[in-house]
């Protein structure tokens, strides 16, 4: 079949499939210690007396440390460990990519994950109780696992062109959910009997996937003599030729001077420098973006962390219940990513998609604290709605926006910034993921509608954010509408 399709039309196929693959297998690796949790401290009074005969009746089936009264403290520290960790290691991950091979860079994170995420199961076997061991291993799954965003996005952003990025990187985007429903069904196969392989498993299967990149995933197009795509389409109103990233058709680098490239493919002493981490600080919309992302990274993350206990308090729904019905909020954030990606696709306005869901969605989340759990035919139409309006602009940030950012008409030809442009973004926006999640903690105590407030707050600040890159969109269009009508 792939001899009856244009080379670069199979090889395209081919980016997508991996990069999809790795992502859902990074995500499958994270979602077991959400599930193994419960088994770490459960409710042992429900089965049966004590087996051991001593004084500790009521946590005699529980895992140390974790038996003890504080153990929601240390289920947050294993979680920040890891979200610090790899909030802090994206900032530095992206700066490694654009200097490292993208295969063997995802490959080798790809492959470390794997083994760190199998090091927190070994420790069911091994019989390990303290918490340090468990603390460790979450850093360093996390700072591992930052190499993983800014590879996969580098490398749809070398395939696909600005055209059909958005749409194309909307549905690519739904690894992230398929990781966390296969990590939940990994998990929960093995959680009750032996925790340990809820972790054994998802290790083995990422380090599987990082070792089928290595074989298979192609960087560049250049790499199998196929013609990069169109990043950057010139409009009359540019003045500067050499903006135009354009590599297909007859017209191939016609703005780059005789001396910048040859005719031939990209040869190793022709390759531009990598961009510096202020480089791309410089690329205009990289900061309010990546400010942005915090604070959409902020509400999402919070409804990932908060959602099930949430509905249990609130709805007074069973956990299984709670569980399941909260999966709806990923359902809706599938929907989203593909929406705005092909709204922004037809528009050419990426920030102002990303800035009417976030106005929107500020009053949906006002509703659905107020009336949200008023019936469960209620309860499913606001967690969709929620999560498209939540997660609809978090998605397109981190995948075509950073792409679009990555390939700025600024660079002038120079790819070597998707990397590090990804890494600063998804890096800012995982601050806004660790925070999240720990405001939440420390408001809720006061009540669920000061925990809403805090989400709305931070909806409205990430709009406000891309006020100027909004204006500048509005500019454009104006523009060329004048243009049109020969003004």
Same mark, same amino acid.
């Given at each position: 079949?792939?001899?009856?399709?244009?080379?670069?039309?199979?090889?395209? /196929?081919?980016?997508?499939?991996?990069?999809?693959?790795?992502?859902?297998?990074?995500?499958?690796?994270?979602?077991?210690?959400?599930?193994?949790? +419960?088994?770490?401290?459960?409710?042992?009074?429900?089965?049966?007396?004590?087996?051991?005969?001593? +004084?500790?009746?009521?946590?005699?089936?529980?895992?140390?440390?974790?038996?003890?009264?504080?153990?929601?403290?240390?289920? /947050?520290?294993?979680?920040?460990?890891?979200?610090?960790?790899?909030?802090? /290691?994206?900032?530095?991950?992206?700066?490694?990519?654009?200097?490292?091979?993208?295969?063997?860079?995802?490959?080798?994170?790809?492959? %470390?994950?794997?083994?760190?995420?199998?090091?927190?199961?070994?420790?069911?076997?091994?019989?390990?109780?303290?918490?340090?061991?468990?603390?460790?291993?979450?850093?360093?799954?996390?700072?591992?696992?930052?190499?993983?965003?800014?590879?996969?996005?580098?490398?749809?952003?070398?395939?696909?062109?600005?055209?059909?990025?958005?749409?194309?990187?909307?549905?690519?985007?739904?690894?992230?959910?398929?990781?966390? !429903?296969?990590?939940?069904?990994?998990?929960?196969?093995?959680?009750? +009997?032996?925790?340990?392989?809820?972790?054994?498993?998802?290790? !083995?299967?990422?380090? #599987?996937?990082?070792?089928?990149?290595?074989?298979?995933?192609?960087?560049?197009?250049?790499?199998?003599?196929?013609?990069?795509?169109?990043?950057?389409?010139?409009?009359?109103?540019?003045?500067?030729?050499? @903006?135009? #990233?354009?590599?297909?058709?007859? $017209?191939?680098?016609?703005?780059?001077?005789?001396?910048?490239?040859?005719?031939?493919?990209?040869?190793?002493?022709?390759?531009?420098?990598?961009? +510096?981490?202020?480089?791309?600080?410089?690329?205009?919309?990289?900061?309010?973006?990546? %400010?942005?992302?915090?604070?959409?990274?902020?509400?999402?993350?919070?409804?990932?962390?908060?959602?099930?206990?949430?509905?249990?308090?609130?709805?007074?729904?069973?956990?299984?219940?709670?569980?399941?019905?909260?999966?709806?909020?990923?359902?809706? /954030?599938?929907?989203?990513?593909?929406?705005?990606?092909?709204?922004?696709?037809?528009?050419?306005?990426?920030?102002?998609?990303?800035?009417?869901?976030?106005?929107?969605?500020?009053?949906? $989340?006002?509703?659905?604290?107020?009336?949200?759990?008023?019936?469960?035919?209620?309860?499913?139409?606001? %967690?969709?709605?929620?999560?498209?309006?939540?997660?609809?602009?978090?998605?397109? #940030?981190?995948?075509?926006?950073?792409?679009?950012?990555?390939?700025?008409?600024?660079?002038?030809?120079? @790819?070597?910034?998707?990397?590090?442009?990804?890494?600063? #973004?998804?890096?800012?926006?995982?601050?806004?993921?660790?925070?999240?999640?720990?405001?939440?903690? %420390?408001?809720?105590?006061?009540?669920?509608?000061?925990?809403?407030?805090?989400?709305?707050? @931070?909806?409205?600040?990430?709009?406000?954010? $891309?006020?100027?890159?909004?204006?500048?969109?509005?500019?454009?269009?104006?523009?060329?509408?004048?243009?049109?009508?020969?003004?």
């Amino acid at each position: 079949l792939t001899s009856l399709l244009p080379s670069s039309h199979s090889y395209r /196929g081919l980016t997508l499939v991996l990069t999809f693959l790795s992502y859902t297998s990074y995500h499958l690796s994270r979602k077991p210690i959400s599930i193994v949790k +419960s088994q770490l401290h459960p409710n042992c009074s429900a089965l049966g007396p004590n087996p051991h005969n001593d +004084s500790n009746s009521t946590t005699w089936c529980s895992w140390a440390p974790f038996d003890g009264d504080n153990y929601k403290e240390l289920f /947050g520290a294993l979680d920040n460990a890891f979200l610090v960790a790899y909030a802090i /290691g994206m900032f530095i991950s992206g700066i490694f990519g654009e200097r490292l091979p993208l295969r063997y860079y995802l490959s080798g994170g790809m492959v %470390l994950s794997g083994l760190f995420t199998a090091l927190f199961g070994l420790g069911y076997f091994w019989n390990i109780h303290v918490l340090w061991y468990f603390i460790v291993v979450q850093v360093c799954n996390g700072l591992v696992q930052t190499t993983g965003w800014p590879a996969v996005v580098a490398c749809v952003g070398n395939w696909f062109g600005k055209g059909k990025r958005g749409l194309i990187m909307g549905i690519w985007n739904s690894h992230t959910s398929v990781g966390n !429903i296969l990590g939940s069904l990994i998990a929960g196969a093995w959680v009750s +009997s032996a925790w340990g392989l809820s972790f054994i498993v998802p290790g !083995i299967i990422i380090t #599987i996937v990082g070792i089928i990149c290595f074989f298979f995933l192609v960087e560049y197009p250049e790499d199998v003599d196929c013609n990069p795509p169109v990043h950057h389409v010139m409009t009359t109103s540019e003045k500067d030729p050499e @903006a135009v #990233i354009s590599n297909e058709g007859p $017209l191939s680098l016609s703005g780059q001077s005789s001396g910048d490239h040859s005719n031939s493919p990209k040869e190793p002493a022709e390759e531009p420098e990598a961009i +510096s981490f202020f480089g791309a600080l410089r690329i205009p919309g990289v900061v309010e973006f990546s %400010l942005c992302l915090l604070f959409a990274k902020l509400v999402s993350y919070t409804f990932l962390y908060w959602l099930p206990l949430y509905i249990v308090n609130v709805a007074h729904f069973g956990a299984k219940e709670a569980g399941d019905l909260s999966t709806l909020f990923d359902v809706g /954030g599938i929907l989203g990513g593909i929406f705005a990606g092909l709204i922004s696709d037809y528009t050419g306005g990426r920030a102002t998609t990303c800035c009417v869901m976030l106005v929107v969605a500020a009053p949906m $989340l006002f509703l659905y604290n107020h009336v949200g759990q008023n019936g469960i035919g209620t309860s499913i139409a606001m %967690l969709i709605i929620c999560g498209a309006l939540v997660n609809g602009p978090y998605a397109l #940030i981190t995948t075509a926006v950073s792409a679009d950012l990555g390939t700025h008409e600024s660079l002038k030809g120079n @790819a070597k910034a998707l990397s590090t442009v990804t890494a600063i #973004i998804d890096g800012t926006g995982s601050v806004g993921a660790a925070l999240g999640p720990l405001l939440a903690g %420390l408001i809720s105590p006061t009540g669920w509608n000061n925990v809403f407030y805090m989400l709305i707050a @931070a909806d409205v600040l990430a709009c406000l954010l $891309l006020a100027r890159v909004v204006v500048k969109e509005a500019r454009g269009w104006c523009g060329s509408m004048a243009r049109q009508r020969g003004y």
